[in-house]
């Protein structure tokens, strides 16, 4: 079965603090792909970042970086220094024949 | 940078009425979606598309649910018979092949409610 667990259904931070957002999935194919997005309030879906299963580096960009381990099976979103215009519900999804989304971890970062 | 495009934003319509979704996808793209949000929920796999036939759905696209490529460049989604509990966000999704390493660029939704 294909599954995306995200544990954490709110965080609150303050402005400045780092956050990591986690991602479990559980899959039985080999070849696969991960993706984060966010949903701001205004509702609509913005790609952040995708990966393969056979590509385990680390990935910054500015703020963001992602942490992708195959031996835990897992895709962890860490923001540094986080603003309140981070202020979205995330979700992390598995692709292999279909998008399956986990449930989102809302994140609010008060100023 | 192209974008996939859902119009209306917003849709009401009463119980047991049809309601048409639209969506244009990226011009290039060959694969299309459509997926639904029940508010507060996640997001969830409705259809995919390609080559004017359906290539997987899920057990939410049951006989209510249709898809159409009418022409070039529209993909939209027909609910017949609507029931409360589809009001929802629907968005449209398109790729440029079934190749998972490209990512499925995804409209801005239509809100839909039933009444």
């Known amino acids: 079965a294909q599954k995306v667990t995200q544990a954490q259904t709110e965080i609150s931070v303050v402005e400045k603090e780092d956050v990591t957002l986690d991602c479990v999935y559980e899959?039985?194919?080999?070849?696969?792909?991960l993706f984060w997005y966010k949903q701001p309030p205004s509702g609509e879906l913005v790609f952040l970042i995708r990966r393969n299963s056979f590509d385990e580096q680390n990935e910054i960009s500015g703020r963001y970086s992602w942490n992708f381990q195959k031996s835990t099976s897992s895709f962890n979103f860490t923001i540094t220094a986080s603003q309140v215009v981070d202020s979205a519900v995330y979700f992390c999804a598995l692709m292999t024949d279909k998008l399956i989304f986990g449930t989102g971890t809302r994140l609010q970062v008060f100023p | 940078e192209p974008e996939v495009t859902q119009t209306p934003s917003h849709q009401v319509t009463q119980m047991g009425q049809e309601v048409i979704l639209r969506c244009v996808p990226i011009?290039?793209?060959?694969?299309f979606y459509w997926y639904r949000q029940i508010l507060g929920q996640k997001v969830e796999f409705l259809v995919s598309f390609y080559n004017n036939e359906i290539s997987e759905k899920s057990e939410i696209f049951d006989d209510q649910f249709s898809v159409e490529r009418p022409d070039g460049s529209n993909f939209t989604l027909k609910i017949r018979s609507t029931k409360l509990e589809d009001s929802a966000m629907y968005f449209c999704?398109?790729?440029?092949?079934?190749?998972?390493?490209?990512?499925?660029?995804f409209g801005d939704g239509t809100r839909l409610s039933i009444l």
């Open positions: 011009s290039n793209h060959l694969y």
């Open positions: 899959t039985r194919d080999t070849t696969y792909y």
């Open positions: 999704a398109s790729s440029e092949d079934s190749a998972s390493n490209q990512p499925q660029h």
